[in-house]
């Protein structure tokens, strides 16, 4: 119910649509700080389906939200936008899409590797890991944060 509260009709959508499990990047495309090139305009887009170290991801210096999504998720559709535009206007935040879907599957692939990996149950689902690369918040507290920091 704090989805539904926190993020409004993104999460209602999600949950009358089913994206309930239940009911590749390259480095200069998220990075600033390795190898000094400039961030990407956009979120790179990781997995693919295949598991994943975020640690490979965090840019060093700067607030990095993954986010698991899948094309399959209206409601992950629906937030892109806004994650999109955050990533292209904060210097200080990279936004970094983690894509459940194997290629070729449509839907959202609940049985992928990276999925089972981090026990998705729903999506969309953030990890938060702060300028120091720890991990901030995930799960209903990364929903909170994220959803201040898209107003």
Same mark, same amino acid.
């Given at each position: 119910?704090?989805?539904?509260?926190?993020?409004?009709?993104?999460?209602?959508?999600?949950?009358?649509?089913?994206?309930?499990?239940?009911?590749?990047?390259?480095?200069?495309?998220?990075?600033?700080?390795?190898?000094?090139?400039?961030?990407?305009?956009?979120?790179?887009?990781?997995? +693919?389906?295949?598991?994943?170290?975020?640690?490979?991801?965090?840019?060093?210096?700067?607030?990095?939200?993954?986010?698991?999504?899948?094309?399959?998720?209206?409601?992950?559709?629906?937030?892109?936008?806004?994650?999109?535009?955050?990533?292209?206007? +904060?210097?200080?935040?990279?936004?970094?899409?983690?894509?459940?879907?194997?290629?070729?599957?449509?839907?959202?692939?609940?049985?992928?590797?990276?999925?089972?990996?981090?026990?998705?149950?729903?999506?969309?689902?953030?990890?938060?890991?702060?300028?120091?690369?720890?991990?901030?918040?995930?799960?209903?507290?990364?929903?909170?944060?994220?959803?201040?920091?898209? +107003?």
């Amino acid at each position: 119910m704090k989805r539904v509260l926190l993020l409004g009709p993104i999460f209602l959508l999600c949950g009358l649509l089913g994206c309930s499990r239940t009911g590749v990047i390259d480095a200069t495309g998220a990075t600033t700080a390795r190898g000094g090139t400039p961030k990407s305009p956009t979120p790179a887009r990781i997995a +693919h389906g295949a598991t994943v170290d975020l640690q490979n991801y965090i840019v060093p210096g700067k607030t990095t939200i993954f986010d698991f999504t899948s094309e399959g998720c209206p409601p992950c559709r629906a937030i892109a936008p806004a994650l999109h535009k955050l990533h292209a206007e +904060h210097d200080d935040i990279v936004v970094v899409e983690v894509d459940l879907n194997r290629p070729g599957i449509r839907g959202i692939d609940w049985r992928s590797p990276v999925a089972q990996q981090f026990g998705l149950q729903s999506i969309p689902h953030f990890k938060i890991y702060g300028p120091n690369g720890k991990l901030m918040a995930e799960g209903d507290q990364a929903y909170g944060i994220v959803n201040e920091m898209l +107003h």
